[in-house]
């Protein structure tokens, strides 16, 4: 039925709050996987843009409340993979849940190119936030690393999001990396994939 006014929020706030609880629980059991190298991986063909067309869809209502400006800009070709969906869709949400999080209110641009030169499909995430200083940079990847002032903009972060995303594009042959000129000037995330 309908819920009363009153009740609305506080609801919001334990679906919001048992959304982070899961993310921090599969994070941990992603990492003891990985470290006892029994992660399961499911590889298929299938096509990049329909997955990031489709799990941009699923976080569209997380997106339209946050009230960050939002674009994204997508190819014309399917952009064929090899790929496990599910662990391939993980990495996505946690890259654009991230420019989310830290783009403090500014704006988050999403792309997915296709790169007939180099045999790639590179995902990007940039956002206008509260950046990333150049000696945390090379470190982010590593298990439980965050940036010096990510705290400020939010304390639910484990350090593990982007660990667990490197080892899912190793596994996968692809790369992921970070840019970012300076804190208080934005970030960019981008992951490549060879195409098949």
Same mark, same amino acid.
């Given at each position: 039925?309908k819920l009363p006014?009153?009740?609305?929020?506080?609801?919001?706030?334990?679906?919001?709050?048992?959304?982070?609880?899961?993310?921090?629980? @599969?994070?941990?059991?992603? !990492?003891? &996987?990985?470290?006892?190298?029994?992660?399961?991986?499911?590889? +298929? =063909?299938?096509?990049?843009?329909?997955?990031?067309?489709?799990?941009?869809?699923e976080l569209k209502?997380?997106?339209?409340?946050?009230?960050?400006?939002?674009?994204?800009?997508?190819?014309?070709?399917?952009?064929?993979?090899?790929?496990?969906?599910?662990?391939?869709?993980?990495?996505?949400?946690?890259?654009?849940?991230?420019?989310?999080?830290?783009?403090?209110?500014?704006?988050?641009?999403?792309?997915?190119?296709? @790169?007939?030169?180099?045999? !790639?499909? &590179?995902?990007?995430?940039?956002?206008?936030?509260?950046?990333? +200083? =150049?000696?945390?940079?090379?470190?982010?990847?590593?298990?439980?690393?965050?940036?010096?002032?990510?705290?400020?903009?939010?304390?639910?972060?484990?350090?593990?999001?982007?660990?667990?995303?490197?080892e899912i594009i190793?596994?996968?042959?692809?790369?992921?990396?970070?840019?970012?000129?300076?804190?208080?000037?934005?970030?960019?995330?981008?992951?490549?994939?060879?195409?098949?």
């Amino acid at each position: 039925g309908k819920l009363p006014d009153a009740a609305v929020e506080p609801i919001q706030r334990i679906y919001d709050s048992s959304i982070t609880l899961n993310a921090v629980v @599969d994070d941990y059991l992603n !990492i003891s &996987r990985i470290e006892l190298g029994t992660m399961k991986y499911d590889f +298929a =063909p299938l096509s990049f843009k329909d997955l990031v067309d489709g799990t941009v869809g699923e976080l569209k209502p997380n997106i339209d409340r946050s009230g960050v400006a939002w674009t994204y800009e997508t190819c014309d070709s399917p952009c064929m993979i090899n790929a496990d969906k599910e662990r391939i869709k993980q990495v996505i949400s946690n890259l654009i849940d991230n420019g989310l999080k830290y783009s403090n209110k500014t704006h988050v641009k999403v792309s997915l190119k296709r @790169d007939e030169e180099n045999g !790639i499909v &590179r995902f990007t995430v940039e956002d206008g936030g509260i950046g990333i +200083a =150049p000696d945390v940079l090379g470190k982010l990847f590593e298990k439980f690393v965050r940036a010096n002032n990510a705290n400020k903009a939010n304390i639910r972060g484990t350090g593990l999001g982007l660990y667990v995303a490197r080892e899912i594009i190793r596994v996968h042959k692809g790369r992921i990396f970070g840019e970012s000129v300076g804190e208080g000037k934005g970030s960019k995330f981008t992951v490549e994939l060879p195409l098949s």
